[in-house]
């Protein structure tokens, strides 16, 4: 079963110096038939004005995922952690008993674009930690990268819950399959271009997917430059 989240179905928020599309419930954009699914939580999309952001704030018991797709992004936070996350590069903060941080954007020149993402925790109440890794998705063009597992499995980040949490990047033509174990749920999120999933679901940049009880999934990139998400989860 293919349940599609179109991008233009999103909630969305306009602050000015910030433009921010909310794929599940978030803030003052509430929406009982999509309050998540599985362990997701959170896909927003976000582009942040130059020398703008989210000053220092908390969370608690969830696993934040940050995935810059263009420009850059300045992180603070009360573990004393100090960085900048750009493209290729992802970025684990689990909160657990409580953590406080702020997100700025990094350029007085350039906007940054980037998708946050808000995973369940498997257990509540664990120490908050953070992590950042790069990934060479242009090396495995056309492949799968094990970007977040519960292990940290090929040199993922870690991932406080049974998830697997993959990336690639494709060229127009190019396809890329996906077997799907049984009793999985999936969800895919194209963050670049266009494809069509199962030659048949056309997606745009935006567009999210539900998927269950499809045995396996094929994507076609119909757009020179396409980049997808893709999560696998109880």
Not at 73 to 82: C, E, F, I, P, Q
Request: hydrophobic share 40%; glycine share 10%; charged share 20%.
């Amino acid at each position: 079963m293919v349940t599609i989240r179109r991008a233009n179905k999103r909630g969305f928020a306009n602050r000015g110096w910030l433009q921010s599309w909310h794929t599940f419930s978030f803030g003052s954009y509430q929406d009982a038939a999509h309050m998540g699914f599985g362990c997701l939580r959170v896909i927003n999309e976000d582009i942040i004005q130059p020398n703008e952001g989210f000053p220092t704030h908390g969370h608690e018991d969830m696993e934040i995922i940050t995935y810059v797709l263009a420009g850059a992004l300045a992180h603070k936070d009360s573990l004393g952690t100090g960085s900048t996350i750009r493209p290729t590069e992802v970025q684990r903060m689990s909160a657990g008993t409580g953590i406080k941080h702020s997100e700025f954007n990094a350029s007085a020149t350039d906007p940054v674009h980037l998708l946050q993402i808000w995973i369940l925790p498997e257990k509540q109440g664990t120490s908050p930690s953070y992590e950042q890794k790069a990934f060479d998705l242009d090396n495995a063009q056309g492949q799968w990268v094990l970007v977040g597992s519960q292990t940290g499995r090929d040199g993922s980040i870690t991932i406080g819950q049974a998830v697997d949490f993959s990336a690639a990047r494709l060229t127009v033509g190019e396809s890329l399959s996906y077997s799907a174990k049984p009793n999985r749920k999936l969800w895919l999120q194209v963050a670049k271009g266009s494809i069509t999933l199962n030659e048949k679901n056309p997606l745009e940049a935006g567009d999210g997917v539900a998927i269950e009880q499809e045995d396996v999934l094929l994507i076609t990139a119909v757009s020179p430059t396409t980049e997808v998400l893709l999560f696998d989860m109880q």
